[in-house]
């Protein structure tokens, strides 16, 4: 039976590409999704409920006057008619005018009065159904009115109705309270989250900065209950780490004095032995061993030490990488530099210092040319190190980097193992590939 996990549907897969990516726009989405999903329902439900049916009154009201008022004008004799007609204006509250030998014409296009709501299709269903003669609505000519001709026997029978009889102003407030309550609820989303989140990246800058070596202190505690937990939490693990590390220190001291003392007492007695021509050849292999255990010592002691304690600062590269090459040099090795003017960074020049010496020793000691290059690639400064020696096959790279794995006789191991952890303080990485010049090419990248 497989074992792999099964996928989601492929219209699933499609929406993550669209789904925000941040905290903040995710919450935003999960608050104001079912908020604006909800007002959609309502704004349709009173579209398609309450809007359409108090237009269909009053379109049908209206209507139903002006068929009354045509139906007089009609049936009775013209003598009656401007009594009719003043009747209806004070009694309907319209403006009825009627103009005798006046045809209604062609009709001309007009764009729609408001194309969102349906009071223009509705009257003129109306009229229509109710009227049953040619006729003209302009909802256009005036802006307080709404103008309805209507073709008579003996002329045109003008009504102007007032745009109120058509329109329920409970429309714009019913707009204006849906629109601005979740506007209003959308705003409070928004400053809430984004102080909830500002916690948040606060404690994953503060866990960056201390993991690049940039101590900022404490961090204060602030957002939700989670939140603070694990300010709280961060905090707590700060101090621990600090601790270990001062601990781990003062007893690395006290072990490097503690070895150094019969090491210089073993190359004191060393000195004072008496030389003669059987005996200095061995007394030589001695001081050497000594020195090599000195050596050693040392090296041993920066690796557990790995440059913990000291502080990054912003500083220039450039010299400093210029004084290790010249460094390199004046040990016997062929070294090129390759640098702008200046890149400024923000280092812990010792450990860089000893992680870049470190490269270039190993480089030496495999090749007779080495160059070094550094150059800025986006986000970060690249520093590589090429050789032309006989390099490291692909598969033993990752292998290079163990402590105490050496390929040399006299080496101890530990250079390119104190270089990636010097590197990794710094937030950046190294690597090992192939290099143009057909050897080894070290790879050191940190963050600008």
Known sequence: MSGAAPQPPLALRGLKRFAPRGLLGRSLLMILGPLLIVQAVALTAFYGGHVDVISRRLATSLAGEIAMVTQLLTQLPEEAHPAILREATWRLGLGIAFEPGIQLGAIPARPPWSPLLPLETDLAQALTRLVGLPFDADWLSDAQNVVVRVQLEGGLLDVEVPRKRLFSATLYLFVIWLVGSAGLLAL?????????????????????????????????????IEVRQAAIAFNQMQENIRRFVSQRTEMLAGISHDMRTPLTRMRLSLAMLPRDEASAEDIAGLVQDTEEMERLVETYLAFARGEGLEAAREMDAVPLLEDICATARRSGGDVTLVAPASLRLRLRENGLRRALGNLLDNARRHASQVRMAMQLNGRWAEITVDDDGPGIPAAEREAAFKPFASGSATGTGLGLAIARDAVRRHGGEIMLEESPMGGLRARVRLPV
């Open 188 to 224: 409070i989303a928004v400053l809430f989250m984004r102080n909830q989140v500002r916690a948040i990246r606060r404690l994953a800058a503060a866990a960056e900065d201390f993991g690049q070596g940039r101590d900022g202190g404490a961090i204060k505690p602030e957002g939700a």
